[in-house]
């Protein structure tokens, strides 16, 4: 077989700015490599082990639990941690929750909550309720990946008291980050081989008398290949009908497109897709016909990405 050297012709052909006129030289070529892709290697990818610590205090009330490793990295469960505090003396309460899971290797889930109550008889200037919690958990890639980050957080609280929350992720080596909007959203960035950092926290700390006051934060962290832009585990002619539609943008408009992370969408992504194209993770039923598109489906994918294109640069002009 000579796999190797058609893709490296292939690449060789294609043009500088990978115009569509390129696509459409190079569309058999794509089409005779594809028919002969073999299984491509799973992810190599490592949870590493959570820790983290939930703190609950309603004045003279006090617990604190540390969280070391209790996530179940195989998928088949998930554990929950609660502290609670009550102050007998004021009615003052506070609650803070963990609950991270699997859905499986791939993907991890996770929540968290924050939530205080004081009396109505109190007076404005006694201590408060406040409860806090906040954990890590550390991602290992063997080779560049992409991660897919979502959340979703919501909030009920008064004039006088504090909410905050956050979900952060944080490239080890060099310490670069990248945040999420506090009111839901997702974001996907590509990382190099190393160790990359999800840090959740979530806080409430309430200061009026008569409030009660909550923080709930909940989402997923999905790890896969650098070319799977639909977060389906799967690198396929979905991800390249994606790619199509944001090609030409730069920057942030780039991140959903940009498969070998340099900020633009353009050509190099599409030779990044076509080396990719096959790849499973480890977990899912891998099937001749899931790995090895035929000719058909491949040559219609390509036609749909042709036909975004000219759309794309028709409303450029």
Same mark, same amino acid.
């Given at each position: 077989?000579?796999?190797?050297?058609?893709?490296?012709?292939?690449?060789?052909?294609?043009?500088?700015?990978?115009?569509?006129?390129?696509?459409?030289?190079?569309?058999?070529?794509?089409?005779?490599?594809?028919?002969?892709?073999?299984?491509? *290697?799973?992810?190599?990818?490592? $949870?590493?082990?959570?820790?983290?610590?939930?703190?609950?205090?309603?004045?003279?009330?006090?617990?604190?639990?540390?969280?070391?490793?209790?996530?179940? *990295?195989?998928?088949?469960?998930? %554990?929950?941690?609660?502290?609670?505090?009550? +102050?007998?003396?004021?009615? +003052?309460?506070?609650?803070?929750?963990?609950?991270?899971?699997?859905?499986?290797?791939?993907?991890?889930?996770?929540?968290?909550?924050?939530? %205080?109550?004081?009396?109505?008889?109190? @007076?404005?200037?006694? *201590?408060?309720?406040?409860?806090?919690?906040?954990?890590?958990? +550390?991602?290992?890639?063997?080779?560049?990946?992409?991660?897919?980050?979502?959340?979703?957080?919501?909030?009920?609280?008064? &004039?006088?008291?504090? #909410?905050? !929350?956050?979900?952060?992720?944080?490239?080890?080596?060099?310490? @670069? #980050?990248?945040?999420?909007?506090?009111?839901?959203?997702?974001? %996907?960035?590509?990382?190099?081989?190393?160790?990359?950092?999800?840090?959740?926290?979530?806080?409430?700390?309430?200061?009026?008398?008569?409030?009660?006051? !909550?923080?709930?934060?909940?989402?997923?962290?999905?790890? %896969?290949?650098?070319? =799977?832009?639909?977060?389906?585990? $799967?690198?396929?002619? +979905? &991800?390249?009908?994606?790619? !199509?539609?944001?090609?030409?943008?730069?920057?942030?408009?780039?991140?959903?497109?940009?498969?070998?992370? =340099?900020?633009?969408?353009?050509?190099?992504?599409?030779?990044?897709?076509?080396?990719?194209?096959?790849? #499973?993770?480890?977990?899912?039923?891998?099937?001749?016909?899931?790995?090895?598109?035929? *000719?058909?489906?491949?040559?219609?994918?390509?036609?749909?990405?042709?036909?975004?294109?000219?759309?794309?640069?028709?409303?450029?002009?």
């Amino acid at each position: 077989m000579t796999h190797l050297n058609e893709r490296a012709c292939f690449r060789s052909s294609l043009p500088h700015d990978f115009s569509s006129h390129g696509l459409l030289c190079n569309a058999m070529a794509l089409v005779a490599i594809a028919c002969c892709l073999e299984a491509q *290697p799973a992810r190599a990818t490592q $949870f590493l082990p959570l820790s983290g610590e939930l703190i609950a205090r309603a004045q003279s009330s006090n617990q604190t639990v540390a969280l070391v490793d209790y996530a179940n *990295p195989d998928g088949t469960g998930a %554990t929950g941690v609660n502290v609670f505090a009550l +102050d007998g003396g004021s009615f +003052d309460s506070a609650q803070t929750s963990a609950s991270p899971y699997f859905v499986n290797p791939f993907v991890f889930g996770f929540s968290a909550t924050a939530s %205080t109550a004081t009396d109505t008889a109190a @007076s404005i200037d006694e *201590p408060r309720a406040e409860a806090q919690v906040f954990f890590s958990q +550390d991602v290992r890639f063997t080779e560049p990946g992409r991660l897919f980050l979502q959340a979703e957080i919501s909030r009920s609280t008064s &004039d006088f008291d504090v #909410t905050q !929350a956050s979900v952060v992720l944080r490239e080890l080596a060099s310490g @670069s #980050t990248l945040s999420l909007p506090l009111v839901g959203g997702h974001v %996907t960035q590509v990382y190099p081989a190393g160790d990359v950092s999800l840090r959740v926290s979530a806080s409430s700390f309430a200061v009026a008398p008569g409030s009660a006051q !909550a923080i709930v934060q909940a989402g997923r962290l999905v790890v %896969t290949f650098q070319a =799977d832009l639909t977060a389906d585990q $799967f690198v396929n002619g +979905d &991800d390249l009908l994606h790619w !199509a539609t944001l090609f030409g943008s730069h920057d942030a408009l780039a991140t959903g497109g940009d498969v070998n992370g =340099d900020g633009t969408v353009n050509g190099e992504d599409f030779v990044q897709w076509q080396q990719e194209l096959g790849r #499973t993770p480890i977990s899912a039923p891998i099937k001749r016909l899931a790995v090895i598109p035929e *000719p058909l489906g491949v040559a219609l994918a390509l036609c749909s990405a042709l036909v975004a294109l000219r759309r794309q640069r028709a409303m450029n002009l």
